[in-house]
């Protein structure tokens, strides 16, 4: 059993930025691929980021891609995603998620269904 708990959300003015923490329970999360997910208000929640349990393969949304970096501290059962030059589309809950299996290509690390366990979100709000 793996615990998700999100932090770091908040307000940000565009351009800024926000570096959001997913710590995990579970003395086996270093096995885990995790991945970051967001939702905004009246859409689908879509994938943002993930990374394999050896950070070997790391997939972005074209969306963030430049922009967000996803990393882990497997000694501190820790992921982060920083976000940098944030635009007000980014305004959405941020959700971490963990994966058994490592993705092996962007198409099913951006499956929300393939994660086992979620966070309960943190909020991010950018204004213009």
């Known amino acids: 059993q793996v615990?998700?708990?999100?932090?770091?959300?908040?307000?940000?003015q565009a351009g800024g930025s926000?570096?959001?923490?997913?710590?995990a329970?579970?003395?086996?999360?270093?096995?885990?691929a995790v991945g970051w997910f967001r939702q905004a208000p009246g859409k689908e929640r879509e994938f943002v980021a993930h990374k394999n349990w050896?950070?070997?393969?790391?997939?972005?949304?074209?969306?963030v891609k430049g922009r967000f970096?996803?990393?882990?501290?497997?000694?501190?059962?820790?992921?982060?995603?920083?976000m940098n030059s944030l635009k007000p589309e980014d305004t959405a809950v941020?959700?971490?998620?963990?994966?058994?299996?490592?993705?092996?290509?962007?198409?099913?690390?951006?499956?929300?269904t393939e994660y086992d366990y979620w966070g309960q979100g943190?909020?991010?709000t950018v204004s213009s």
């Open 3 to 12: 615990q998700l708990v999100e932090s770091g959300g908040g307000w940000v």
């Open 122 to 124: 943190t909020q991010v």
């Open 69 to 82: 970096t996803i990393s882990r501290d497997n000694d501190k059962n820790t992921v982060y995603l920083q």
């Open 25 to 32: 329970s579970g003395r086996t999360f270093r096995s885990y």
């Open 94 to 112: 941020y959700y971490c998620a963990a994966m058994r299996r490592s993705a092996p290509n962007t198409v099913v690390a951006g499956q929300a």
């Open 18 to 23: 926000l570096r959001l923490s997913c710590a």
């Open 54 to 63: 050896d950070s070997f393969n790391t997939y972005y949304a074209d969306s």
